[in-house]
């Protein structure tokens, strides 16, 4: 594989988790270890094929050991799952689990203060 396509390719991958999960980094080999588990193991996995070859790019003799099907189906596989993911959906649910747990609390605070009230003899 040509080594301005693998940069693209990378570049593209890094691009595709900053806007799906907004976690930026220097390098696809940087966002991916920003994003840690927030990637499955199946991805994580697909990225670190990437970022071998990469690696070993330069070098003569290892250069002719790099799978260019399987660095083409890692890329494709990466991409898939990074299109999936929607950021704003994910931060807009996240917001809204927490305003509902704050309500909820609120909601259980009410009842036993009422509760106390009349208990007592107060209301």
Known sequence: MQADKLDARAGELSEKIATGLGIHGKSLEDSARKAGRALPARVRDRIAVIAEARAVRGHPKLERQ??????????????????????????RRAMLDTLSLIAFRLLVVLVLMIAVLAWRDLI
């Open 66 to 91: 790099i799978d260019e099907a399987g660095i083409e189906r890692a890329y494709r596989d990466a991409a898939h799952y990074l299109d999936s993911l929607d950021y704003k959906a994910s931060r």
